[in-house]
């Protein structure tokens, strides 16, 4: 049974939603158990009726709002719901945590609870992008907006290890992003970063343009975290967009309607693979402890998928994996 700590005060919909989520998790992923950590009164009068087997709640009277400044909130509020879920990683009583909260407190608190993995600089966040053939995980996305090489280096390192022992993908091909494929391309940072990720033992396959991101190219794309947010936030505005497009030019007249549902499947199929919610949470990768980041706007649907990587990535002991790597 793998026991996996969400924070039911996170995120824009908290904690009903987060709830919610809960709840779908225990019903498809028969080996989770969930501790929801919240202001108790509030999560149950969302669970009425009681909560479901395997899930259960520890009160934190605290709560980290989205606005408010990262490392003074962490140090201030003690008894915050992010605080308490996370200390229950610290103590080994969880095996991981999930939250849709306040992406700099998350960080912040994961470091002054868990620590940095023995060897690791700087922590990721890593997240996955459809591509043609299979997903392409990309880091970092915003943990840091400053990077030195050395970091890059690692986060190829951890990224290749999470493909391959939790996308399961056998020796992932990793790029690292630049203006051109030419390794004399680029500012400081990526040419002095290329020469260090050419030396590494991953499966480096050199620069990789942005439009190549989705190509299926490489496995895992690195990047520093103020170029991977930037990419993540156009993204999935993008992806929306799309999705607004093909409603707006299907609702023009009964023929377009006609063709729409022939092309229904299709067109859920493509849905599946651009929606967000399908893909859960990422994970930070380079803290001492399994830390899901799911998104700020999560619904019930997109809690349960992050509660699902948790599952994944504690089955698979991605933190033991990086910290035998970072050992040697």
């Known amino acids: 049974m793998i026991k996996i700590a969400v924070d039911a005060m996170g995120g824009d919909f908290a904690p009903e939603e987060i709830v919610k989520g809960a709840c779908q998790a225990i019903s498809e992923f028969p080996e989770v158990e969930i501790i929801l950590v919240g202001q108790e009164d509030m999560i149950d009068r969302i669970l009425s009726k009681g909560p479901p087997p395997r899930?259960?709640?520890?009160?934190?009277?605290q709560v980290i709002t989205m606005d408010e400044a990262p490392v003074s909130a962490v140090r201030e509020k003690k008894d915050a719901s992010i605080n308490v879920?996370?200390?229950?990683?610290a103590e080994g009583k969880v095996q991981a945590v999930v939250s849709a909260g306040n992406t700099g407190a998350f960080m912040t608190a994961a470091l002054f609870k868990l620590g940095r993995i023995p060897g690791v600089e700087?922590?990721?966040?890593?997240?996955?992008?459809?591509?043609?053939?299979?997903?392409?995980?990309?880091?970092?996305?915003?943990?840091?907006s400053e990077n030195r090489p050395k970091h890059l280096q690692q986060f190829g390192e951890m990224g290749s290890l999470y493909a391959q022992h939790v996308l399961h993908i056998?020796?992932?091909?990793?790029?690292?992003?630049?203006?051109?494929?030419?390794?004399?391309?680029?500012?400081?940072?990526?040419?002095?970063?290329?020469?260090?990720?050419?030396?590494?033992?991953?499966?480096?396959?050199?620069m990789v343009e942005?439009?190549?991101?989705?190509?299926?190219?490489?496995?895992?794309?690195?990047?520093?975290?103020?170029?991977?947010n930037?990419?993540?936030?156009?993204?999935?505005?993008?992806?929306?967009?799309?999705?607004?497009?093909?409603?707006?030019?299907?609702t023009r007249n009964p023929i377009t309607w006609l063709g729409a549902a022939l092309l229904l499947?299709?067109?859920m199929g493509i849905k599946k693979k651009i929606d967000a919610d399908e893909l859960g949470g990422a994970p930070i990768l380079g803290v001492d402890g399994l830390c899901i980041k799911a998104h700020g706007r999560a619904k019930a649907k997109a809690i349960k998928n992050a509660i699902r990587v948790a599952a994944e990535a504690a089955s698979e002991d991605i933190i033991g994996c990086i910290k035998a790597v970072e050992a040697k």
Do not use: H, W
């Open 210 to 228: 942005s439009g190549e991101i989705l190509s299926g190219k490489v496995d895992v794309v690195v990047c520093d975290g103020f170029v991977g």
């Open 55 to 61: 899930i259960s709640t520890i009160n934190a009277s």
């Open 170 to 206: 056998e020796n992932p091909r990793v790029g690292l992003l630049n203006i051109g494929e030419e390794p004399e391309k680029g500012n400081e940072l990526t040419t002095a970063t290329y020469l260090l990720l050419k030396q590494s033992k991953i499966n480096f396959m050199g």
């Open 265 to 267: 499947p299709a067109f």
């Open 85 to 89: 879920a996370l200390q229950l990683v």
């Open 230 to 250: 930037l990419i993540l936030k156009f993204a999935e505005s993008v992806s929306s967009f799309v999705v607004d497009l093909i409603k707006s030019e299907i």
């Open 122 to 144: 700087r922590p990721a966040i890593a997240t996955i992008f459809p591509a043609r053939s299979r997903s392409v995980l990309c880091l970092d996305v915003g943990a840091n």
